[in-house]
């Protein structure tokens, strides 16, 4: 096993946006803590859907999916959290953006997948 090397600082990205008076802001995507992220996730039970044999069919409810997350990792220019309220009037692609962002910070994302694709499409040429 190779040696695990971590810092206990949190990730963060910068994310620069344009409101709309046209003046552009720099925000601030934060990796969760361990709590916040478990808080997160356990929230999503309510939303999922189940077959008749108890396995998962998906999400039951969408809205302020997205927002859930941000508002407890994206921080403004004074470092302040952005509401809910105010994430809710964003455009939606920008947060489906800052959402996936959010959830690879977090560890909330599985790229095994993705890892094979590209050792198979590594073997294909």
């Not at 096993?1 to 720099?26: A, P, R, Y």
């Not at 302020?64 to 508002?71: A, K, V």
């Not at 939606?92 to 993705?114: I, P």
Request: hydrophobic content about 30%; proline content about 1%.
């Amino acid at each position: 096993m190779k040696e695990l090397t971590f810092q206990l600082n949190l990730k963060e990205v910068s994310v620069n946006i344009t409101d709309k008076q046209g003046e552009e802001k720099t925000y601030t995507l934060r990796e969760l803590t361990s709590q916040q992220r478990a808080k997160f996730l356990n929230g999503l039970g309510s939303r999922v859907k189940y077959t008749k044999s108890g396995k998962t069919k998906g999400l039951n409810n969408h809205e302020g999916l997205q927002e859930s997350l941000l508002e407890k990792c994206l921080y403004d220019e004074d470092g302040q959290l952005i509401k809910k309220d105010a994430l809710k009037e964003w455009p939606a692609g920008m947060l489906s953006e800052l959402f996936e962002a959010a959830q690879e910070l977090s560890g909330m994302v599985d790229n095994k997948e993705d890892d094979e694709d590209e050792e198979e499409e590594e073997k294909n040429g």
